[in-house]
């Protein structure tokens, strides 16, 4: 069974920028897609990113604010996130396609 942990969360400004990391521990990493999804008080959870083989998906929201990238060899997916809004602000967890167990999340959130 494959774990992740994100860590990378904080407070930033509008227009600043976070870096996030996931480690997986466990299993095969680099056969699975992977996601970045995030979840908002109140509201549900929601794909950001994905990255399947050399292939990158994102929400219309972030698109050309956020990268989705991965180091298979370090077993780590990362999420570069610029021009942050205060509407990013939600605990963001990363997600193996087809696998069902979440990690605890890091949280960012945009504010002055």
């Known amino acids: 069974q494959v774990q992740f942990v994100e860590s990378g969360g904080g407070l930033v400004q509008p227009g600043g920028s976070l870096r996030l990391s996931c480690t997986a521990r466990?299993?095969?990493?680099?056969?699975?897609?992977m996601g970045w999804y995030r979840q908002a008080p109140g509201k549900q959870r929601e794909l950001v990113a994905s990255?399947?083989?050399?292939?990158?998906n994102y929400a219309d929201s972030v698109k050309g604010r956020f990268t989705i990238s991965r180091d298979n060899a370090k077993n780590t997916v990362s999420l570069q996130m610029n021009s942050l809004k205060p509407e990013d602000t939600a605990r963001y967890y990363c997600?193996?396609?087809?696998?069902?167990?979440w990690g605890q999340g890091t949280q960012v959130t945009v504010s002055d």
């Open positions: 997600k193996a396609d087809g696998l069902s167990n």
């Open positions: 466990g299993s095969i990493f680099s056969l699975y897609a």
């Open positions: 990255i399947r083989g050399g292939s990158t």
